[in-house]
């Protein structure tokens, strides 16, 4: 059997269960042998499927988003409250949310600097949302060195984190001089805050955000995650409001 073949095989057998609803009727009895056929049934069944997929080419790009929302909502489940449980103050929103919206961000992404009127907005809208920032510093030195200071302002009580972070992105790119700024700005103990950042709990914050991130198969920065949904990208007002609007959703 060559390569080709086998590929074609393997699609039409990861297909056959969302094929067999788009087929309907062109399978037929198909669909009886689906739960209880096998051997020659079964590949027979498969062979309809793929000839089937490969007159119609489009069912893949959705089929494969399917499959990628399943494993996505997968990894979100195993993450468990880890992800959604802040670091010290490091969130904004409502204490007691129904939903909480995770972001990934780093402090030199021009992409997350946009997004922070998004989220305030959706903070200033929703009473019953929280927003919950994990650092992931990936772009330069620079942005570990930010990361670690914002993980300091939040281990300085509710409502630091919030002011650094968005002093800190409105002050221009990261540069030591900006940080300290922007903690100047934020009403920090510099001081206390520069002993903070080099904390054995702050390294180990930003190694597990750095594994939830990995684990979830994230992309770059901003990513979002909302109930079970990964976002990627500065993906605006809108997006976010739906996929929040969505994880509220009953289940089942």
Aim: charged share 20%; with cysteine; aromatic share 6%.
């Amino acid at each position: 059997m060559n390569a080709a073949v086998t590929e074609r095989r393997g699609i039409g057998r990861w297909l056959v269960p969302l094929a067999a609803g788009v087929l309907g009727g062109a399978i037929g009895a198909g669909g009886v042998v689906l739960a209880g056929g096998g051997g020659a049934d079964k590949m027979h069944v498969e062979t309809i499927v793929r000839d089937y997929v490969l007159a119609n080419p489009e069912l893949l790009p959705e089929a494969m988003e399917r499959l990628r929302d399943k494993q996505n909502a997968a990894a979100v489940a195993q993450s468990g409250n880890r992800l959604t449980k802040p670091f010290g103050g490091a969130w904004m929103g409502a204490a007691d949310a129904d939903v909480v919206l995770v972001e990934f961000t780093d402090y030199n992404c021009g992409y997350c600097r946009a997004s922070l009127p998004v989220v305030e907005r959706l903070v200033a809208e929703d009473p019953r949302l929280k927003v919950v920032f994990r650092e992931l510093p990936i772009l330069s030195e620079e942005s570990l060195t930010a990361a670690r200071a914002a993980l300091a302002a939040a281990k300085q009580g509710q409502g630091k984190y919030a002011a650094f972070h968005n002093a800190l992105f409105s002050g221009g790119p990261v540069s030591p001089a900006s940080v300290a700024e922007a903690q100047r700005r934020a009403g920090l103990d510099v001081a206390a805050a520069t002993a903070a950042a080099a904390g054995d709990d702050v390294t180990a914050e930003i190694q597990a955000n750095h594994a939830m991130f990995g684990s979830i198969g994230g992309s770059g920065t901003p990513s979002w995650v909302v109930g079970d949904q990964i976002l990627s990208g500065a993906v605006g007002y809108d997006a976010l409001k739906a996929a929040i609007a969505n994880a509220r959703k009953p289940k089942g």
